[in-house]
């Protein structure tokens, strides 16, 4: 939980959440892209929601596009619709058939309710190749017992009247902890470990995109980890409560500070940017569904 942010030469604080102010979301919003270039990378918010049932802000869920290639963090209710969605605004990456791997912060069920169809739905749209899970331990177990579940309707479409094919249901599991867990020709991924509640092994995710560098927070209360694995980084994108009840400090230094997975109790997204400015002079933005940022892009 992101509880308040500081940035002297230029430095953000997660620590204790400062007193509100004056509104001035309308000019943190100017870092919110318009057009896309498929060989640039960005952040795609799909859903910035919580376990309340916001029809404005669906599952968490998030996209880091690189050079059009997607690569998705959590599996909140209705990702591959958001997924859709930004497809349709510009977001080509983000087509359903190209929705092939995520990483999973931790198990809790607003993270993940978003899996079976993230398995199934882009199969039955003609994904052919099976999609790619990394997660704490125990994401194995719970992709096996949901694909278990669906055994029969999985049957019935691969040997029915419209068959599909026999490969796009399939996962590939890696039970992952701290360290290096992906890299290819775009992306290097690292996870480090973060505290959050109960979990033995809660995640957050490391995406190195040539020299620039996103980190996504996961769930989590301040921890020294997320500062570490920021550093310098050009966008954070950290979950955050507006609640000054959490103590707690660590230091970070994102070009850009998005806030996501917002618990608001009733505070507008404006009122929650201006507790943050208070003792951050860097652009942050509360991030909506469906915004999409530039990986370095000039903040």
Known sequence: MLRSVHRPNPVVVVGLLLASACASEDDARQYVERTYDPNDAYVVLLGTGTPNADPERWGPSLAIVANDVPYLVDAGTGIVRRAAAAAERRVSALDATRLDRVFITHLHSDHTLGLPDLLLTPWVLEREVPLE???????????????????????????????????????????????????????????????????????????????????????????????????????????????????????????????????????????????????????????????????????
């Open 133 to 299: 899970v990394f997660g704490p331990p125990g994401i194995a177990r719970m992709v096996e017992h949901l694909l278990a579940a669906y055994e029969a309707d999985i049957r019935r479409r691969i040997d029915g009247l419209q068959p599909q094919n026999a490969t796009g249901q399939r996962a590939v599991v890696h039970e992952v902890g701290p360290g290096e867990v992906y890299r290819d020709t775009n992306v290097v991924v690292t996870a480090f470990a973060v505290e959050h509640e109960e979990w033995p092994l809660a995640l957050g995710y490391r995406f190195a995109i040539g020299d620039r560098t996103v980190v996504v927070s996961g769930d989590t209360r301040p921890t020294e980890e997320v500062v570490a694995a920021c550093d310098g980084c050009d966008i954070l994108v950290h979950e955050v409560y507006s609640d000054a009840g959490f103590a707690g400090r660590s230091q970070a230094r994102p070009g850009l500070l998005v806030l996501y997975h917002q618990l608001f109790w009733g505070t507008p997204d404006a009122d929650l940017v201006e507790e943050v400015k208070a003792g951050f002079d860097g652009p942050v933005v509360s991030g909506r569904d469906l915004d999409v940022f530039r990986v370095g892009g000039g903040f």
